[in-house]
Each structure stands twice: as C-alpha cells, then as structure tokens.
C-alpha cells in the first residue's frame, strides 16, 4: 500500500497549483457522510465522483495471529484479493486456483451440485487476466478445476475460508511490499521494499527476490535530509548506509512505513498489552462461541437429513407394500376370474354327459325293441343281428364317451376346487398386506421426531453461553491440534498444487509467460520461497550486507 488513503492519482501528475475545494462523500457500510476538503499540492481529476479507497497500511507477519476483530479481517481480506487480481501481487496460477476456491468458499458457503450448477461462476471475477491469458483453457475448464477444490472445503464458514486465503497469501513474495526507486552512493538504480519483515534491496527487473535484506532488528535508526536517507544499523561498530530516493514527496511516506513496520515488528515479539489480551480473549471466547453454534448446527443438520433418511426410508416401504397389495389384488381378481370360468365348463360338461347317457338309454331301448320285433326269416334275423351288433358298437361307445366326459367333469370340479383355494390364500396375503401396511404407518408416525428434539430453526431469539475453564482449556487444545493438522496439511496442499501445475502446464503458451513468471519458475525450480530467501541472506553480517550494498 502507498498510504492510508491511496488515489487513483499518480504521483507524476502531483503539482504546486492553487488551493482547490471540492466535496467528498464517503460512504461505509452502515453510513454515509459528506464534507468539503481543500487540496493545496495535489492534481485533483476534473471527473466525478472522485474515488478514494480506503487500505491497511502496514500488513500483519502472521494474519491468523494479528487479525483480532472478524471485520478487520473481511476488510484484509477483500484489499488483499484485489491486489491479487490486480495483479499488484504476483500469484503463481496454481496457487491463484487455491486462492478462487478459497474465495468461493466464503462467498457461497459449502459445495451444493444441485444448486451450485455448470456455469454458476461464470460473472466471478477470481483469477488474474495474466493467469487466464497465459493457458489454452476455457472459463469452463478454470470453473471445474476451481470447483473441485472447493468441494474440499466444506464446513468451513466464511471467517475461516478467508483466513485460509490470507494465510497462503502472506507467503506470496510481493505481499505486504512497497516498492520504491532508490540509487546507492554509486548511483545504480535498484528497488527499496518496504515490508512488516524490514527493508529490501531489489533489482529494478526482479521484484520477487531481494539482493539483501536488512531485518528491523538490526536497525536503530532512520532519517532523511532532502532525498537522501541514512540507515544506521543496531551495531554501532557499522558505519551507517545511505541511498537517494528518486522523488522528494515520497520521502515522508518512506519514512512512516519504516517507523510504522520497525514498531509493529519490535512489539510482536513483546507481550501483548492489556488492551490486546483482552481483545485476543474476546476473539477467542467469540471463535469459540461460534465453533459450539456451529457444531449444534451441524448435529440438528445430521438429525434432520437422518430423519428425512427414515422419512424416505418408511415411504419407500410403504410404496413397496402398496405395490403388493395391487398385485396381490390382480392376483386374486385372475384367480376368481379362472374359477368362473373352469365352474362354467364344467356345468356344460356335465350337461352333455347327462344329454349322452339318455342317448344311451335310448340306444338300448331300441335295441330291445328290436329284438322283439325281430322278423322271423333267416335273413331278416341275420339282419337284425348285425343291426344288433351295430347298435351295441354304438351304445359301447356312446357308454366310452360319457364316462370320458364323466371324468373331465371330474376334473373340472378338481380345478375349480384348486382355483377356489388360491382365491382363498390370495385373500388372506391381501389381509396381512393390509395389516403390516397399517403398522409400517404407525411406525412412521412414532419414528417421527420427538418433540423435545432442538429446533431446527436458524433464527433464535436469544443466544448464551457460558464458558468455563475446562471449555477455553478444551479450546486451547484444539487449537494447537488445528496447529499440528495445518502442519500436515502444508504438505498435502504442496502436492496438490505440484499436480494441478503439472495437469496444466501442457496448455501454457510460454510466448505469454511474463518476466515475473520466468522469475517465479527460476526461484521454485531452486526451491526458494519468500521465508528461507530472507533466512538465507541474513546469514551473512551487517557489515558485508552494508558493503555490498554500497558495492552494487
């Protein structure tokens, strides 16, 4: 950050003019307010509204650590992640796709596929125009790699995303830096960053990794005579080092950086004051009042989705007896069906047996009659006799045929019995379908939830806490297992980004790779990151840190 309150005002075009009066209207969040400001020396745009925006002006080492209040945390947050798009901080694209899923996160809460559809990040600005620009990849196939870490973050509420977000952050290289044009005593133009850590000498066409660096403990004092500074390290041993600024108007800011960071610096490493114990227990007592509100959640949560399992459960069941009891049903209507139809056949079967045996009592009264009657003559009889024979072939087989249709009405009879007994059984199945189906009711009805179960409504009236020793003992104790667990996962996160960077880098466009993405490349192909940069070139003293500055 430049300042308190950074323009979108360059310092080129700051010029001595005449006092100018114009209104400013600066609205927060829960307020609005207007006043007249007059600028003396600065180039005040002609357009309005003028914008302003409102920055932290020195940034914390340990953000997890300093952000005490939530707000001021949100407000890091957001400052941070424009900065970031912008691109006023150099990401890594893997490390810009964690950092999205992080911001997703807060945003929208945990990872929902029936409503967090295809598409749904479309309008969200979350990667830098140099990440996009530099891959052969579709907004499509940004949104699914980003999407798949966000899955990962679930139950994590908005606080804690953005404190994820911030915690990888304040280990990009350009974090909390402000760069400034300096020459030394020989006049080569280098870069001055400015940070929470202490100050840095850049080359102009390196800004991720310093030349040498001069931890705040090691400095006594700072000040500045026209453009020229004077840093006098701690050992009184070491002659002081000077260097030119490039404009004379920044020199004061320069200077209210380093007391700024020098004092923040020396107080982080002294116990807290009454006032920040207070606030720190206050957070803490707040953090944990709010993990207890959300594991109480998450237990009503589990109730109902476990009640809605057995709501789903018992309707399923219940769908399963009805379809049953239909086909049981159907069953029984084919059976009485069947039996109707076998108790009609066997009705005219039974009629025509009848309809056969007075044939066949008829056939024999013939044959008798013709035996009276037979004609005396030798013929004739010869005649009738075969007529007699005739007839009793016939009668025979009239008497074959009836006990035929004797025995199939038999059968007949067989058959509707049987038909009858399965319309017998089918009805008592449709009955004891018709019984369990009233107790799976009854069942639902007592499996419901209890009435002195928690309210799963969101909103309540009131909310206390009380919290005991033991409590803030089992809090501090998380904690340092939050510790242990993040530990841990800085390793699993490294792989994770090593593999969504080599998933990845078959789409780069190396002719798009800009200096600071070589420089990047360079230092992790080295494996140096921001903290053993630092480490490795304070190892060196002051004195031949002093030296080569001054040789440079």
């Known amino acids: 950050m430049a300042g308190a309150i950074a323009s979108r005002m360059s310092f080129s075009s700051l010029k001595r003019k005449q006092p100018k009066t114009f209104t400013v209207r600066i609205a927060t969040m829960d307020a ?136 990888i952050a304040q280990d990009l290289e350009m974090y909390g830096v402000n760069y400034f044009a300096i020459r030394n005593k020989k006049g080569t133009e280098l870069l001055l960053g400015v940070d929470a850590l202490g100050l840095h000498i850049y080359d102009p066409d390196n800004r991720l990794t310093p030349k040498i660096s001069f931890p705040w403990n090691e400095i006594r004092n700072i000040s500045y005579s026209d453009k020229e500074f004077t840093i006098k390290p701690l050992d009184k041993k070491i002659d002081v080092f000077k260097f030119n600024s490039s404009k004379l108007r920044v020199n004061k800011l320069i200077l209210q950086l380093c007391i700024g960071n020098h004092d923040l610096f020396m107080r982080r490493r002294k116990a807290d004051s009454l006032e920040v114990q207070q606030m720190k227990a206050q957070a803490r007592e707040e953090k944990a009042r709010k993990q207890m509100e959300r594991q109480r959640l998450a237990r009503e949560k589990q109730m109902r989705e476990e009640a809605e399992r057995t709501r789903d459960e018992l309707e399923r069941r219940l769908m399963q007896l009805k379809e049953e009891a239909t086909m049981a049903n159907e069953a029984l209507m084919r059976s009485e069906e069947t039996a109707d139809l076998l108790a009609e056949k066997a009705q005219i079967t039974e009629e025509e047996a009848k309809l056969l045996a007075q044939k066949a009592a008829e ?190």
């Open 32 to 167: 609005e307010m207007e006043f007249s400001c007059e600028v003396l020396d600065h180039d005040v745009p002609t357009e309005e509204p003028v914008t302003f925006h409102f920055l932290a002006k020195f940034y914390p080492e340990n953000a997890e650590e300093e952000l005490v209040q939530e707000i001021t945390q949100h407000l890091f947050f957001l400052q941070v992640k424009k900065q970031i798009l912008d691109e006023k901080i150099y990401c890594p694209p893997e490390a810009s796709v964690l950092l999205a899923s992080y911001a997703v996160q807060a945003k929208y809460g945990d990872y929902d596929p029936n409503v967090h559809k295809r598409g749904f990040l479309a309008q969200e600005e979350l990667l830098p125009k140099r990440v996009i620009n530099l891959y052969q990849m579709t907004p499509e196939m940004w949104e699914e790699r980003i999407t798949a870490w966000y899955a990962e973050h679930r139950g994590r509420a908005r606080d804690e995303a953005e404190m994820e977000y911030l915690k």
């Open 363 to 552: 056939a024999e009264q013939e044959m008798q009659r013709i035996k009276a009657t037979a004609i005396r003559t030798e013929e004739e009889k010869r005649l009738m006799e075969q007529k007699v024979l005739e007839a009793e072939m016939l009668a025979l087989k009239m008497a074959e045929e009836s006990e035929r249709r004797a025995k199939e009405a038999d059968q007949l009879k067989q058959d509707l019995q049987e038909a009858r007994e399965s319309e017998r059984r089918a009805k008592q199945k449709l009955l004891e379908i018709t019984s369990k189906s009233s107790y799976t009711s009854m069942n639902s009805s007592t499996t419901a939830l209890p009435t002195d179960l928690p309210s799963f409504n969101l909103i309540s009236e009131s909310l206390s806490f009380d919290f005991k020793d033991t409590d803030m003992k089992r809090l501090s104790m998380e904690i340092e297992k939050e510790k242990v667990e993040y530990m841990e996962k800085s390793k699993h996160l490294q792989e994770q980004l090593n593999e969504l960077k080599t998933e990845i880098e078959a789409l780069k466009l190396k002719e798009r790779e800009t200096a600071l993405d070589i420089l990047h490349n360079e230092n992790a192909s080295r494996g140096n990151s921001k903290h053993n940069t630092i480490k490795k070139l304070t190892l060196q003293s002051t004195k031949s840190r002093v030296a080569f500055f001054e040789e440079l």
